[in-house]
């Protein structure tokens, strides 16, 4: 199975500034990736796919980028509802497998 | 509008089979392929297995051998169905879209709690 590493586990940020959330794949997994936001007690939303493609209704602050195995989503401008946990996906290879996510708070 | 909804037992004895429902509304299983992924509380997210739009069937091989997804068109259900459950099965399931036949997922439901205790 491809494993997913997420980076960080959690991060502190605060209103307005700019937050990097890392995933890297075990093996090259050619941008088949999608980046979901999941918030306390909600199903996650797919906010991003084919490692760059933003999903509809999405905000544009919302950005993903990368290829082979290392891939990332930037969110410019942080707001309060950002606030949430954000999850990779890889669909290159069954299982599809998702990180473990990273937990955004707000400083 | 696109809407899909679990449900299910909420408590499920050890050895047991787990049987869950996802009735979707707001679109056709027939040109529609649909997910099971569910999270242990506080932990990430698995895949499970999906049924395809044109019911065929693909599982995680970690669970390949316990799990079963079947689904009744007419009725607009997706079934799942687990054997074996012990308590690392505890864990919320979701049921999800997979977009335009492919591997990630658009729409969610609002997901079912299982607790496998005795």
């Known amino acids: 199975d491809i494993q997913m590493t997420q980076s960080p586990a959690s991060l502190s940020a605060s209103l307005g500034e700019t937050v990097t959330i890392e995933c890297r794949a075990s093996e090259d997994i050619y941008s088949n990736l999608a980046w979901y936001q999941q918030k306390p007690g909600n199903s996650p939303q797919l906010l991003i796919y084919d490692a760059n493609s933003l999903a509809d209704g999405v905000p544009s602050r919302f950005s993903g980028s990368g290829s082979g195995t290392q891939y990332s989503l930037k969110i410019n401008s942080l707001q309060s509802e950002d606030v949430a946990s954000y999850f990779c996906?890889?669909?290159?290879?069954?299982?599809?497998?998702f990180g473990a996510g990273t937990k955004l708070e707000l400083k | 509008q696109v809407q899909l909804k679990e449900s299910g037992p909420g408590l499920v004895q050890p050895s047991q089979t787990l049987s869950l429902t996802c009735t979707v509304s707001g679109l056709s299983l027939t040109s529609n392929s649909v997910s099971w992924i569910r999270q242990p509380p506080g932990k990430g997210l698995e895949w499970m297995g999906v049924?395809?739009?044109?019911?065929?069937?693909d599982y995680n091989s970690a669970i390949k051998s316990r799990l079963s997804i079947s689904r009744d068109t007419s009725k607009s259900q997706v079934f799942l169905k687990m054997n074996s459950l012990q308590t690392e099965d505890t864990a919320m399931y979701f049921c999800?879209?997979?977009?335009?036949?492919?591997?990630?997922?658009?729409?969610w439901g609002q997901g079912v709690m299982v607790t496998v205790s005795s």
């Open positions: 996906q890889q669909y290159n290879n069954y299982p599809y497998t």
């Open positions: 999800a879209r997979n977009v335009y036949n492919n591997y990630y997922f658009d729409y």
């Open positions: 049924i395809w739009s044109n019911g065929g069937t």
